[in-house]
């Protein structure tokens, strides 16, 4: 079964991010653990899920173009904390000295060069605060597009024939997003 694989390579990251230094909460899933150097400077909170391709940067290799001027410079550091009950984004880039506050959401691809406060859904490069989560959880708990299953919630693995059936069914009568004009 692919779902249960995944799940356990997920919680393997999790454990593989403690061992290398990093502080991980409780009911964290990791589909993606890319901390370039420094984990030790990484803190993420209770019931994160951090998404394939993010990125955890620690430092800044830049100031090394500096080191004619100045031969002893050993760098430039920061340390990253994620708060409780976050959703970290798909290839989304978090840069050092930044603080996301708890129950945020960062979008896909974002580039998040600030501190963040709670309740704040970010999206872009850089990142930016699109609107706060609760007016998040408005609009998701009332599209067509978000599934319910009673049987099957969250992150209990629904059958991968019966997930297929639900989609395609669901959503093969859904229109896609128009283009602008």
Same mark, same amino acid.
């Given at each position: 079964?692919?779902?249960?694989? &995944? #799940?356990?390579?997920?919680?393997?990251?999790?454990?593989?991010?403690?061992?290398? +230094?990093?502080?991980?909460?409780?009911?964290?899933?990791?589909?993606?653990?890319?901390?370039?150097?420094?984990?030790? =400077? @990484?803190? &993420?909170?209770?019931?994160?899920?951090?998404?394939?391709?993010?990125?955890?940067?620690? /430092?800044?290799?830049?100031?090394? =173009?500096?080191?004619?001027? @100045? *031969?002893? $410079? !050993?760098? /430039?550091?920061?340390?990253?904390?994620? +708060?409780?009950?976050?959703?970290? +984004?798909?290839?989304?880039?978090? $840069? %050092?000295? @930044?603080?996301?506050?708890?129950?945020?959401?960062?979008?896909?691809?974002?580039?998040?060069? #600030?501190?963040?406060?709670?309740?704040?859904? &970010?999206?872009?490069? *850089?990142?930016?605060?699109?609107?706060?989560?609760? $007016?998040?959880?408005?609009?998701?708990?009332?599209?067509?597009?978000?599934?319910?299953?009673?049987?099957? *919630?969250? *992150?209990? &693995?629904? %059958?991968?024939?019966? !997930?297929?059936?639900?989609?395609?069914? /669901?959503? !093969?009568?859904? %229109?896609?997003? !128009?283009?602008?004009?």
């Amino acid at each position: 079964m692919k779902w249960i694989r &995944i #799940q356990d390579e997920s919680k393997w990251r999790v454990e593989n991010a403690r061992e290398m +230094g990093m502080i991980v909460g409780e009911n964290c899933r990791f589909f993606s653990l890319m901390v370039l150097s420094e984990p030790f =400077l @990484v803190e &993420i909170g209770d019931n994160v899920i951090v998404s394939t391709d993010v990125i955890f940067l620690t /430092h800044d290799g830049g100031v090394f =173009l500096f080191l004619d001027e @100045v *031969p002893n $410079l !050993r760098g /430039h550091y920061g340390r990253i904390k994620i +708060g409780n009950n976050c959703f970290i +984004g798909s290839g989304s880039i978090i $840069l %050092p000295n @930044v603080a996301i506050g708890n129950n945020c959401i960062v979008g896909p691809g974002a580039v998040v060069m #600030q501190s963040v406060p709670d309740g704040s859904v &970010i999206m872009g490069n *850089p990142a930016k605060v699109i609107f706060k989560t609760e $007016l998040y959880k408005k609009m998701k708990l009332n599209s067509v597009y978000t599934i319910k299953n009673d049987q099957y *919630p969250f *992150p209990t &693995i629904m %059958p991968e024939e019966m !997930r297929k059936r639900l989609l395609l069914e /669901h959503f !093969r009568s859904l %229109p896609l997003k !128009r283009t602008k004009a």
